[in-house]
């Protein structure tokens, strides 16, 4: 029965304006805020040296994605997070929930292929942002790919997936709240509390922070600490498949 869920959520998907969208944004939007920051780092530019601070300082692929890590670690988590709402909001919003309840699949099973079909975008789209990234670093002239520098664009595709476990929060935000806004509003508390832990400097052992930290800084964060992260989606998808078995229509 699964695997009828999962077929269905994966029509839905690549039907859906929404996802292709919001791909298309994130990748190109990371890539051209990227861009942005390297050439105005080159021109000195005193306001986005200032903002940038020791990134600044790097030169090259390191530079390039140390920067992309930024970026992701706030924009790929908003979109991620906007994506895993629509993906389950959406039944609320367009009424079509009260379907679900006449199919022959349970309901914590389509809650599970919603969440199997957006891990499976997260993947593709961290592939592509991974990517994007290196054609960025290519074109601005990092110079050529050693060692250390694969190896930081290998931490960005991870970022990317490690990004997308800790969204999804988001689903169970969404079915709680039968809409995409709390979804979206969870997720952006998510962005804002990480911002808080990292500043305070507790981030490596925050699930929500780690990620971008080891991204950018690999050395400040264990593998210990990069672990924890996994209870993120592993307790979000038990407890949107809990809340979608109670689901009931009157509530």
């Known amino acids: 029965?699964?695997?009828?869920?999962?077929?269905?959520?994966?029509?839905?998907?690549?039907?859906?304006?929404?996802?292709?969208?919001?791909?298309?944004?994130?990748?190109?939007?990371?890539?051209?805020?990227?861009?942005?920051?390297?050439?105005?780092?080159?021109?000195?530019?005193?306001?986005?040296v200032a903002k940038l601070?020791?990134?600044?300082?790097?030169?090259?692929w390191a530079a390039v994605s140390a920067m992309a890590a930024q970026v992701t670690s706030a924009g790929a988590l908003v979109a991620m997070g906007v994506a895993?709402?629509?993906?389950f909001g959406r039944e609320f919003a367009e009424g079509t929930v009260a379907a679900l309840f006449a199919l022959p699949v349970s309901r914590a099973a389509v809650a599970v292929a919603k969440l199997?079909?957006?891990?499976?975008?997260?993947?593709?789209?961290?592939?592509?942002?991974?990517?994007?990234?290196?054609?960025?670093?290519?074109?601005?002239?990092a110079g050529a790919l050693d060692e250390a520098s694969a190896a930081a664009l290998g931490r960005q595709l991870l970022l990317g997936l490690l990004t997308g476990c800790i969204a999804t929060p988001a689903a169970w935000a969404a079915t709680l709240g039968r809409g995409l806004l709390p979804g979206i509003a969870t997720t952006?508390?998510?962005?804002?509390?990480?911002?808080?832990?990292?500043?305070?400097?507790?981030?490596?052992?925050?699930p929500f922070t780690a990620p971008a930290l080891w991204a950018i800084e690999p050395g400040t964060v264990s593998a210990g600490q990069l672990a924890l992260v996994a209870i993120v989606p592993l307790a979000a998808a038990a407890l949107t498949a809990l809340a979608w078995h109670r689901l009931q229509l009157d509530r």
């Open 1 to 48: 029965m699964i695997a009828v869920a999962i077929g269905v959520e994966v029509r839905k998907a690549l039907a859906s304006r929404v996802l292709r969208w919001t791909t298309l944004l994130l990748v190109a939007g990371v890539a051209l805020i990227v861009g942005g920051m390297t050439l105005a780092v080159r021109a000195g530019d005193t306001q986005v």
């Open 53 to 60: 601070g020791v990134v600044a300082e790097l030169e090259g």
């Open 84 to 87: 895993l709402s629509w993906l």
């Open 116 to 141: 199997v079909v957006f891990l499976s975008w997260v993947a593709a789209t961290a592939v592509v942002l991974g990517v994007a990234v290196w054609v960025v670093g290519a074109v601005s002239g």
């Open 188 to 206: 952006i508390g998510i962005v804002v509390v990480s911002q808080v832990m990292a500043v305070a400097g507790v981030g490596a052992w925050f």
